[in-house]
């Protein structure tokens, strides 16, 4: 079974609207941890944010939010305003366990498009 | 954030020969890095944990003997992709795992294309 789901392979935004990516995932383990990565087509892997599983709020970083339903399992990742610049792949990725390695297992990622 | 660094950035060798990528943290000391593959339109697929000062832990389906994994310093971990051949071309991307309190990101390096002719 898919640990992480990414459901959007492709996604298109106009200019200076905000963004939904959507990531669902699936664990038994009570302590995990939830991240988003931006990878443009040089081929980096940009950190853009986290969200712990004992986190009480949502975590954000300038534009970038994460909207994190732990009942549904699900940890969105919303982008206001988006930029031309934003165009790119997104990964989410988890690690699940407080001392489990720290290995990251990533979804099949969504590639965004911003439209001017 | 932490900065990771990769080199060479792309490499092209011949078949049959062996090519070492190395990953460095720049301002930071890293006990444990990662060493992933990525094929175009892909996600990353894990190849192996490096843990300085002892042997590497691969994936599943990763040849050890081909992909030699070497951590012998807080700041520098290896990877030799040996005998090298066509199917091997791919995208090669560490990071570097950090710790802060019950917290832990990974930063990852800007990656390295190799081309195996």
């Known amino acids: 079974a898919q640990k992480i789901t990414q459901t959007q392979p492709g996604m298109f935004v106009q200019e200076k609207e905000a963004v939904t990516l959507d990531c669902t995932y699936d664990t038994s383990d009570p302590s995990y941890g939830l991240f988003w990565y931006k990878q443009p087509s040089s081929g980096e892997m940009i950190f853009l944010i986290y969200q712990g599983s004992y986190d009480q709020q949502n975590a954000t970083e300038g534009r970038y939010s994460l909207n994190f339903q732990k009942a549904r399992k699900s940890a969105n990742l919303v982008i206001s305003a988006s930029q031309l610049g934003d165009s790119a792949m997104y990964f989410c990725?988890?690690?699940?366990?407080?001392?489990?390695?720290?290995?990251?297992?990533f979804g099949q990622g969504t590639e965004l498009s911003v439209k001017p | 954030g932490a900065v990771v660094s990769q080199h060479p950035s792309w490499v092209i060798c011949k078949s049959g020969t062996s090519v070492k990528i190395e990953c460095r943290s720049l301002?930071?000391?890293?006990?444990?890095m990662f060493w992933y593959r990525q094929f175009p339109k892909q996600s990353l697929m894990l190849m192996a944990t490096?843990?300085?000062?002892?042997?590497?832990?691969?994936e599943q389906g990763v040849e050890k003997d081909k992909f030699l994994i070497n951590h012998a310093s807080l700041t520098l971990s290896t990877l030799t992709v040996t005998s090298a051949h066509p199917e091997d071309s791919s995208f090669y991307i560490c990071?570097?795992?950090?710790?802060?309190?019950?917290?832990?990101?990974?930063?990852f390096g800007p990656g390295t294309r190799l081309l195996v002719l």
């Open positions: 990725a988890m690690k699940e366990g407080y001392n489990q390695g720290g290995k990251l297992i």
């Open positions: 301002d930071f000391q890293a006990t444990t």
């Open positions: 490096s843990n300085e000062g002892s042997k590497a832990t691969y």
């Open positions: 990071s570097a795992r950090v710790i802060r309190g019950v917290d832990e990101t990974q930063y």
